[in-house]
C-alpha cells in the first residue's frame, strides 16, 4: 500500500543549528511533493513545493530536497530560531493537480534557546 | 484579503446525531477540499470540490459526504456520529491546479 513516512514525531535542536527533517515514501511516483508548518490549534500553512524533476528548492533560510530514486524529501532549516519550534508536515501530490491527497503524520521540532 | 473560514470553530455532538460544517474559500478560489486530522491517523484526505463536482474523494465510510456552492462555498455533513469521528476538519482553498493550498483553522468536533 502507498506509504508516506515521516522520520521522526519529534526533534528537539539548539538554537542557530541546522533542522533536518525526512519524508520517505513507498508506492508512490508522486508529481511533486509539499512541505506545511502547523502550530498547535491552527491550520497548515504551506511552505515550499518541489517538483519531481527538481532536485532542491530554497526560501529564505528552508531548503528542501527531493530524491525520486531513494523516494525521500529532506527539509532543512538552517540558523533555526525558537520561533521555528512547530508540526512540519509533508505531502504528496499524485497527479498534476496541486490537492495533497497523502500527508505525513508530521515532525514536532522544538528549536532550545 | 480575507482567509478561509470555517464555522462553527468548536462543537461538541453525541453520538448518533448529525453535524454539517461550513467553509467559505479565499475569495475567487474555486477549489475547496476537506481532511480530518486526528492525533493517530494524521491528516487524512476526504473529499475535493471544483466548481460545484466533487473531483476526489479519501476512503472514509458514506456517512461523510459534502457539496459545494455555485459561490464555492462548501459543507461538509457527517451523519450518525461515533465516537471516532471525534477530530479537527480543516479545509482548504485554491485556485486550482498547480497553486498554493490555503487551510482555515479547522472546525473541532468532539463526540461524546
Known amino acids: 500500500s502507498q506509504k508516506i513516512e515521516q522520520n521522526s514525531e519529534a526533534l528537539n535542536i539548539q538554537e542557530g543549528k541546522t533542522a533536518t527533517l525526512t519524508c520517505n515514501y513507498t508506492n508512490y511516483s508522486p508529481a511533486y511533493l509539499q512541505w506545511y508548518r502547523q502550530d498547535p490549534g491552527r491550520g497548515p500553512v504551506f511552505l515550499l513545493l518541489i517538483r519531481e524533476n527538481e532536485k532542491e528548492k530554497r526560501k529564505e533560510r528552508l531548503k528542501v530536497t527531493f530524491d525520486t530514486t531513494l523516494k525521500q524529501s529532506l527539509f532543512h532549516i538552517t540558523a533555526s530560531q525558537p520561533a521555528d519550534s512547530a508540526t512540519y508536515l509533508c505531502?504528496?501530490?499524485?497527479?498534476?493537480?496541486?490537492?495533497?491527497?497523502?500527508f505525513g503524520k508530521g515532525t514536532r521540532l522544538s528549536v532550545i534557546a | 484579503k480575507a482567509g478561509v473560514t470555517q464555522t462553527p470553530r468548536y462543537l461538541i455532538k453525541t453520538r448518533g446525531q448529525q453535524v454539517t460544517l461550513s467553509c467559505s474559500p479565499i475569495?475567487?478560489?474555486?477549489?475547496v477540499s476537506w481532511y480530518q486530522q486526528t492525533p493517530g491517523q494524521g491528516l487524512q484526505f476526504l473529499f475535493e470540490y471544483f466548481s460545484e463536482t466533487q473531483r476526489n474523494k479519501g476512503n472514509f465510510p458514506g456517512r461523510f459526504s459534502g457539496r459545494q456552492f455555485s459561490n464555492s462555498r462548501s459543507e461538509m455533513n457527517v451523519s450518525t456520529l461515533e465516537l471516532g469521528d471525534s477530530a479537527l476538519y480543516l479545509c482548504?482553498?485554491?485556485?486550482?491546479?498547480?497553486?498554493?493550498?490555503?487551510f482555515g483553522e479547522g472546525s473541532w468536533l468532539t463526540v461524546v
Open positions: 475569495s475567487g478560489h474555486r477549489s
Open positions: 505531502a504528496l501530490v499524485k497527479t498534476s493537480g496541486n490537492t495533497p491527497l497523502v
Open positions: 482548504a482553498s485554491s485556485l486550482g491546479s498547480g497553486n498554493t493550498i490555503y
